[in-house]
C-alpha cells in the first residue's frame, strides 16, 4: 500500500482518513482537469499533496440531481466521489500510489469549513518547497 498523505492538515475534528484511490469517482468533466492539470501537475511533482482531499458519498452529497454521476440508465452510482481534490487523485493514481488522505464530509457545512482554511487557485500553487515552506510561516 502507497499512501499520499498531505503535508498540512486543517484544524478539525474531523479525522483525515486513507481513501482507495481507485474507488473514488471524480466529479468534473475530463477538460476542465486537461485545462488546469498541468499547472498543478508541475507543483505537486515538486512538493507533493499540500492538503487532504476532500470525500462525500451518494446519501450525504448535497447537490445529488445536479452533479452525482449516473449510469447508461439513468441512476444514481452509488460509492464515494471526491469533492475538492480531483486533480490530488489523478495525480495520485499517475504517480503509483493507492490510497489518499482525506476527509469524509457528511454536509456542506463541513465541506466550506474545510475548503475556508486550504483553498487554492492555480496561482498560489507553490513552485518549489522554500516557497511552500514561505506559504506555512506561523
Given at each position: 500500500m502507497k499512501v499520499l498523505r498531505s503535508i498540512k492538515k486543517v484544524k478539525t475534528p474531523i479525522p483525515v482518513v486513507e481513501f482507495d484511490v481507485n474507488e473514488l469517482m471524480l466529479i468534473p468533466h475530463i477538460k476542465w482537469i486537461q485545462k488546469r492539470y498541468p499547472n498543478f501537475k508541475n507543483s505537486a511533482d515538486k512538493v507533493g499533496m499540500i492538503w487532504p482531499i476532500i470525500v462525500t458519498d451518494d446519501k450525504h452529497y448535497w447537490q445529488h440531481?445536479?452533479?452525482w454521476p449516473k449510469d447508461e440508465q439513468g441512476n444514481y452510482?452509488?460509492?464515494?466521489?471526491?469533492?475538492?481534490?480531483n486533480k490530488?487523485?489523478?495525480?495520485a493514481r499517475?504517480?503509483?500510489?493507492?490510497h489518499i488522505e482525506g476527509y469524509f464530509v457528511n454536509d456542506k457545512m463541513e465541506k466550506d469549513k474545510i475548503v475556508s482554511q486550504t483553498f487554492m487557485g492555480r496561482i498560489d500553487y507553490?513552485?518549489?518547497l522554500?516557497?511552500?515552506?514561505?506559504?506555512?510561516?506561523e
Open positions: 440531481e445536479k452533479n452510482i452509488p460509492g464515494k466521489m471526491v469533492h475538492t481534490g490530488r487523485v489523478i495525480w499517475e504517480n503509483g500510489y493507492t507553490p513552485k518549489s522554500p516557497q511552500l515552506q514561505g506559504m506555512f510561516k
